[in-house]
C-alpha cells in the first residue's frame, strides 16, 4: 500500500486531474480568442441558446435542483435565472475527501435580441437540465411585406 | 470508449418538443464530484446533467471504480445555435479505491442529473466504539 503513504491518508485517488487542468486550460484559451464555440464558463449556470423565427429556447445545466429551487423571471427581453443548491450536511466526525460540485444562491440574467412574450413562457426539467422557451413578442416578429 | 461519430437520434414524436439530438464528439467530460465519508460508507456525488439514466455505467474492476455516462444535448427542430457553453460528450471518471470497501454492496441512484454513489466499507474498515468497562 505505497501509494497510500503518497497520497497521504486519503484512499480516494483522482487520475484525471492532469486531464482536468488541459481542460480548463483549452476553455481560457477559447475564452481569450473569442471561440464561439466554446465560450467558456461566462456565468453560473452554463447556457445554450438556440434560435429561430419564433424566439430562443434555452437550455442550462442545473444538476440536483428540483423545480422548486428555481425561480424564473421575464421582463423586457431578459430572462433571469435564480436558484440555490445547498451544501451536503455532515454530521460530525464526517468529511469530504474530495469537493468539487458547487454549491449556494446564483442569479444569471442573459439578454436576448427582441421582446419576450411573457405571457406564453414555458419551462420544464429534465436530467438536470432546464429547458425555457422563450416566444419573441407578436409585435417584433418579422413580417413579410407583399408588394403590390 | 465507443466512438459514435454521427448517431443521430428522433425523440418520441410529441408536438411540442421534436427534437434531433447532437452527434457525440467522443469528447470526454470529468464531472464535478464530492465524496464524503461516514461512519460505515463513503458517498459519492457526481454532477451529470444531460445523462439518461439509461447510459450510466458504473464498474468496478480491480481497485478501480469507473463512472460513465452519456451527455447529448438536444437542438430543438429548425433553430440555430447562439450560444454554445456546453456540448455533448462522454462523461467519465475514474477513482483508486482500497480494500476496506465492500465492492457487492455499492449502490447507485440517478436523480436530476446528479449521480449518487453508497460504498459500504468493509466490516474490519468501520471504526469501532470500544466501551470502556468500569472497574
Known sequence: MLSVLERDWNPWYTFERMEREMEE?????AQFFGDLDISGTAGYPPVNLWQ????????????GLEKEDIEITVAGNTVTIKGSRKAEALEKDERFHLRERRTGDFTRT?????????????????????????PRAEAEKPRKISLN | MTATTHEIEKMDTSPVSQATVKEGNGRTIIPDVDIIEKADHYILIADMPGADEKTLDITVEKDLLTIRGRM???????????KSEFRSGNYQRAFRIYEEIDRDGIKATFHNGVLKLTIPKSENARIKKIAIESA
Do not use: C, S, W
Not at chain 1, 52 to 63: C, F, I, K, M, S
Open chain 1, 52 to 63: 429561430n423565427h419564433d424566439g430562443v429556447v434555452l437550455h442550462a445545466e442545473v444538476p
Open chain 2, 72 to 82: 447529448l444535448i438536444t437542438i430543438p427542430e429548425n433553430h440555430r445555435a447562439l
Open chain 1, 110 to 134: 442573459i439578454e436576448l435580441p427582441y421582446q419576450i412574450e411573457a405571457d406564453k413562457v414555458g419551462a420544464r426539467l429534465h436530467n438536470g437540465v432546464l429547458e425555457i422557451t422563450l
Open chain 1, 25 to 29: 486550460f483549452q476553455r481560457r484559451m
